[in-house]
């Protein structure tokens, strides 16, 4: 079906003017971009335009806005990798003050046991105390009872036979004294050595 209002060949546009619609599109947008967009965005203004109509004040707080905020930025992450670094060197300070603090005992006794001989010490403790302790035997082995009475009660907390060594923690089930007592079945004599540390107003011995 023949459409009356379809444009006939002379009626279209020709090369000549689509090329100087897009030279005139071009220069429009050359023109926007260089007038307003550079003025407004970046601060630029090489043509004055911009300055004349407010927008290149604009574009320089802007510009100035985005720079701050850069400068912002690289303070943010020295400031955060000055204070790694600080935590880093405390963390190095601390870990070495609790090393020597862990490495720190309270009382230390050495004694020497003759073959058949014995020995005991306590420490004076009150009830819900608790208190760290390490036994060290040189040149044979020892038997042991640690044990603890006070106020008409008494309670064991641990024995040994032919010990080496020991270490534990002593919580007091009631106040008292609460300690150590030994002896050498050996036929050679023995060397103890005791470390404490923790809650309680005395070591003294007891033999």
């Not at 599109?25 to 630029?44: D, F, K, M, N, S």
């Not at 070495?96 to 046991?113: P, S």
């Not at 208190?131 to 106020?151: I, Q, S, W």
């Amino acid at each position: 079906m023949f459409n009356s209002n379809r444009p006939s060949l002379e009626e279209l546009p020709s090369s000549a003017q689509l090329l100087k619609s897009t030279a005139i599109a071009v220069v429009a947008a050359v023109a926007i971009l260089v007038t307003v967009v550079l003025p407004a965005e970046y601060g630029i203004d090489p043509t004055g335009v911009g300055g004349a109509i407010g927008l290149a004040e604009m574009g320089e707080i802007k510009t100035q806005l985005a720079e701050e905020a850069e400068m912002d930025r690289q303070m943010m992450e020295a400031e955060g990798d000055q204070s790694s670094l600080l935590n880093d060197i405390f963390g190095l300070f601390v870990g070495a003050a609790h090393a020597q603090e862990a490495g720190t005992w309270r009382d230390e006794i050495t004694f020497t046991l003759e073959p058949g001989a014995s020995a005991e010490w306590k420490l004076v403790m009150n009830e819900g105390q608790t208190a760290e302790y390490r036994m060290l035997v040189e040149g044979g082995r020892v038997n042991f009872d640690l044990h603890g009475h006070g106020g008409g009660q008494s309670v064991t907390y641990e024995k040994g036979r032919g010990s080496d060594g020991a270490e534990g923690e002593i919580l007091a089930k009631f106040s008292g004294e609460h300690g150590w007592f030994w002896r050498n079945r050996d036929d050679s004599a023995v060397t103890v050595t005791v470390q404490v540390r923790g809650e309680y107003a005395e070591f003294k011995d007891a033999s």
